[in-house]
């Protein structure tokens, strides 16, 4: 397993989306992403899909790479190029106002060059402040926040 900061980051990200529900921030999208991230896609679906429709940025990214990938079922790049779009019009507002799970979806975006210009240094400049999202005494890779 080749490990880079982009595995450190996400993976530093997904354990302060796995304390959010402490800070009153986890929801389904978060439990779709944990479902996507371990490849059960009809349940990160099932998860995301109604979470969509209140506007949850993670449910919006997650349907995104849904259809995005090619070893869903559904793969489709039309499809993923609508869920790009909408994700993008949801998370860019939300990083101004500091939002983690904004900042972390839009670092992917950018990283992966996904309904927006691949910008990796800026995606991980995104990255690295949703992990840290602003919460004091929880670890990140670059020291305490």
């Known amino acids: ?3 880079n900061q982009w595995t450190v980051l996400v993976g530093t990200a997904m354990i302060v989306a796995g304390m959010g529900a402490e800070f009153g921030w986890c929801g389904s ?4 992403f944990v479902a ?3 490849e059960n896609y009809l349940r990160a679906s099932s ?4 979470a969509t429709k209140n506007g949850d940025v993670v449910a919006l990214y997650v349907m995104a790479r849904l ?3 090619s070893a869903w079922a559904e793969h489709n790049e039309t499809k ?4 790009w779009q909408r994700t993008l019009q949801v998370a860019q507002p939300t990083v101004e106002k500091e939002s983690p799970q904004g900042q972390f979806v839009l670092s992917r975006m950018y990283a992966l ?3 927006v210009e691949k910008n990796e240094a800026l995606g991980v400049d995104l990255c ?4 840290e999202c602003h919460v004091p005494g929880i670890r990140t890779p670059y020291g305490p926040t």
């Open 1 to 3: 397993m080749r490990i």
């Open 29 to 32: 999208g978060e439990d779709a």
């Open 36 to 38: 996507f991230v371990g």
């Open 47 to 50: 998860l995301a899909r109604p």
């Open 67 to 69: 259809y995005d990938e």
């Open 80 to 83: 993923a190029a609508e869920w």
């Open 113 to 115: 060059g996904k309904g």
């Open 128 to 131: 690295r402040k949703a992990a």
